[in-house]
């Protein structure tokens, strides 16, 4: 990126911030790859991450074989940050992606994210352990807790145990960094960020619909920026549905999640369509301009009034069974 571009790119990407009330300092630290696949700072982490990352809800529900060679694939092009989590398929896509980690010093060229689904101490640990055996690591980069969808989680996550058992998988090297997500209502997001530990990262939706209902991107994103928290984006489709439902690009859906401060974006893919698309956008990525920004929020008001759009937010349906099953709703 020249010295001109990179002007044009941080007066573009302040412009559509400031119309948000966000803090451009994370996309004006953004840096061009050697692979073609700009990184972003992971918070205060002190690493790196590429902008688009590979989820692995969608890699573990693909054939292995096709599997594998999307992960390849994926590592070649510069998109290096791995979602992940331990009920995924029930193990299935933590099996797979180390499959395909396994060979070809690929493991080292990643940075490793999985989700650890229990609340109390044992449980946490045998999370740890499973994962690390399934992903065929030493170690995990991120270890986050998966999908803070319910009032209680926050309480029982520090009561239980859970982040005892995450701290001492740290002090082991087992676990690099620790965080958490949620997808369902910014009040138990905020709840985390109240308790008294100093997290890595936080997971959300992040999507143009989000902006106009419960809204993560206006509510939490910048609590994180100013604490300098890496935001990891996720559902920046909507779970299709801005496609699928209401018609929109989802390339430019893509665009508009990555023009907000987040780090990474992790995104859904189950073909080499769906990569080759991911990485075209981050490859030719320019912020939104603030015309464009109002634009698309006028466009989708009506749609993402209520969250109707959003049913990870308004129902149970998205919610792992797991989950569904600590709170009895199973």
Known sequence: MTIANRREFLKAAAAGLALAGLDPAVLSAQQDSPEGIPTRPLGKTGQRVSIVGLGGWHIGSVPDDLAVKLMHEAIDQGMTF?????DYHDGHSEEVMGKALATGSRRDKVFLMTKACARDYQGVKKNVEDSLRRLQTDRIDLLQFHEVNYADDPDWIFDRGALKAALEARKEGKVRYIGFTGHKDIAHHLKMLSKPFEWDTAQMPIN??????????????????????????????ASGLLASRLGLDASLCRRYALSLPISTLV???ASRENLQQDLAVARGFKPMSENDVLALLAKTKEAGRE??????????????G????QHGLL
């Open 82 to 86: 791995f979602d992940n989590a331990w």
């Open 208 to 237: 143009i619909l989000d902006a106009h209902y419960r809204s993560f991107q206006k509510e939490v994103v910048p609590e994180c920026n100013r604490r300098n928290i890496g935001v990891i984006g996720m559902k920046g489709l």
């Open 267 to 269: 995104c859904g893919i």
């Open 307 to 320: 969250g109707r759009n959003e049913p990870f937010k308004t129902t149970n349906g998205f919610d792992s």
């Open 322 to 325: 797991v989950h569904r099953k």
